[in-house]
């Protein structure tokens, strides 16, 4: 099983930062999460990929959306995955999901089968 756990959304002006953070548990986490990432969806929109990590090499990669502007990282000894949001726009406005990966995929937007609850995060303009 796997439990992930997101916390840090909120509400900020545009221009502003946010940090989330995802705590992730379980046995078959430990063993078979092979990588993390964060999605989003928007009222009226499909859920959509922000960014994902490789579980042990690191390797990070982003939606040309939020390029430049975001940062994921993860911490192995902890569990933990987080996405530093700076820059923010009204359009980042969205429920932001943690998400792990137990499954082989050729491409890092992909395979993704275990969720967290949402937090959601709200830029003012």
């Known amino acids: 099983q796997v439990q992930l756990v997101e916390s840090g959304g909120g509400l900020v002006q545009t221009g502003g930062s946010l940090r989330l953070s995802c705590a992730a548990s379980?046995?078959?986490?430990?063993?078979?999460?092979?990588?993390m990432a964060w999605f989003r969806q928007a009222p009226g929109k499909e859920r959509e990929i922000v960014a994902g990590?490789?579980?042990?090499?690191?390797?990070?990669n982003y939606a040309d959306s939020v390029k430049g502007r975001f940062t994921i990282s993860r911490d192995n000894d902890k569990n933990t995955v987080s996405l530093q949001m700076n820059s923010l726009k009204p359009e980042d406005t969205a429920v932001y999901y943690c998400?792990?990966?137990?499954?082989?995929?050729?491409?890092?937007?992909?395979?993704?089968?275990?969720w967290g609850q949402g937090t959601q995060v709200t830029v003012s303009s």
């Open positions: 998400a792990a990966r137990t499954s082989a995929s050729n491409e890092w937007y992909l395979g993704y089968n275990n």
């Open positions: 379980g046995r078959t986490f430990n063993i078979y999460a092979n990588a």
């Open positions: 990590i490789t579980r042990y090499s690191g390797i990070a």
